[in-house]
């Protein structure tokens, strides 16, 4: 093989490289700017939800009695003041996470965390549901006899 040609075949394969890596680097800015579009909008619906389920809470509280109004305040406080002990927790962690260098390691197994918690929540606010319509059933039928 003649020098001219390997220096040939070197710049052939040197700008396809630089096409390819070109290429890789769009991809990876289309797929960053879709992640950041699909956060967004589950952002957007989780706001939404949670305004749906405020109106909602404000409907109970207008219907419910001054003793489940004081239970309900009582549940509500505990639950923020866990809800702040795990932020501050979490606080602490990102901080070490930081410092020791495996903080996109440790971002990572966090949001995936919160989001087995959330699930958790969900799941448990959908068994309150069932129960206080499988009760509101029973109320309903009784009232009926």
Known sequence: MKLSDMFSTLAENARMFEERAAQWQDEMSAR????????RKWQETAMQRQEEINQQMRGYFEEAGENVRNQWQTMQSAWEEQFQRMQEKGEEMREAAKKSG????????????????????????SNAIAAATEARAKDDTKKKS
Request: glycine content about 0%; hydrophobic content about 45%; charged content about 20%.
């Open 32 to 39: 960053n700017d879709e992640m950041t579009a699909s956060m």
């Open 102 to 125: 495996h903080f996109p390691d440790w971002a990572e197994a966090y949001a995936a965390q919160m989001v087995s918690f959330a699930q958790r929540m969900q799941d448990e606010a």
